[in-house]
């Protein structure tokens, strides 16, 4: 399956600040994705990172709080902006490959105070 | 609306024991099931199961899906404390590529 890296691996941010995420995949891909996992919880997808296009978003999520980029078919990025710290969450990228299954990246443990 | 249920929310066995997770999903237009280990952050990819009945088998784990009543099962036999992790279900629409997570079984294996 597809290696794919994330930057950073944590970090622990003020309110109201923004923070930027990468994500990068050793190979192209076309499906590429960012979900959130809140303490105690199971995994949410924010929304698909679409290669040359605006990102298409979940119910609850705007691109306002969480603005994405997708410049190639390698890599993506996902701001969470003006955060508080109801935005402590794991972030996690994740591509679809060829076989139809979705494979994750290591994620980014995010605590805002 | 989309639907993923998992059973036990946790358990705890030892070392040698066998244990079975549940997922019963209610999607409209389903395409796939997939199960994950999560130990830290990262969910690792198990298994992905779109045929009813036929078992995928890898060492110690197993698992099958029944599209008929709508479940899966992941089976770890002979558990070491290495195993000790939750375990995510997930689901595939036909249509679209989002991923639907069931809440997870968290699974202690004691020495």
């Known amino acids: 399956s597809a290696v794919i890296s994330q930057k950073p691996s944590r970090d622990i941010c003020q309110r109201g600040t923004s923070l930027t995420i990468q994500c990068q995949v050793d190979s192209q891909v076309t499906m590429m994705f960012w979900y959130r996992q809140q303490p105690g919880q199971s995994l949410t997808l924010i929304a698909t990172?679409?290669?040359?296009?605006?990102?298409?978003?979940e119910s609850g999520f705007v691109i306002d709080k969480f603005p994405i980029s997708r410049p190639n078919l390698t890599f993506s990025t996902l701001t969470v902006s003006n955060m508080s710290p109801e935005d402590s969450s794991i972030y996690l990228c994740?591509?679809?490959?060829?076989?139809?299954?979705?494979?994750f990246g290591p994620g980014t443990r995010l605590t805002v105070l | 609306e989309d639907k993923v249920v998992q059973s036990p929310l946790s358990l705890v066995v030892h070392e040698g024991d066998t244990v079975t997770l549940n997922c019963s999903y209610e999607?409209?237009?389903?395409?796939?099931l997939l199960w994950y280990k999560q130990e830290k952050k990262a969910p690792t990819f198990l298994f992905m199961l779109t045929s009813s009945g036929i078992e995928k088998k890898s060492g110690r784990l197993s698992s099958i899906l029944d599209k008929k009543e709508l479940f899966s099962i992941l089976n770890i036999t002979a558990t070491q404390t290495g195993d000790s992790a939750v375990y995510l279900c997930?689901?595939?629409?036909?249509?679209?590529?989002?991923?639907?997570f069931g809440g997870g079984t968290r699974v202690l294996v004691k020495p």
């Open positions: 990172a679409n290669q040359g296009s605006e990102a298409t978003y």
């Open positions: 997930a689901v595939i629409k036909a249509a679209g590529n989002k991923l639907t």
């Open positions: 994740s591509v679809e490959e060829a076989s139809g299954g979705q494979f």
């Open positions: 999607v409209t237009n389903f395409r796939s």
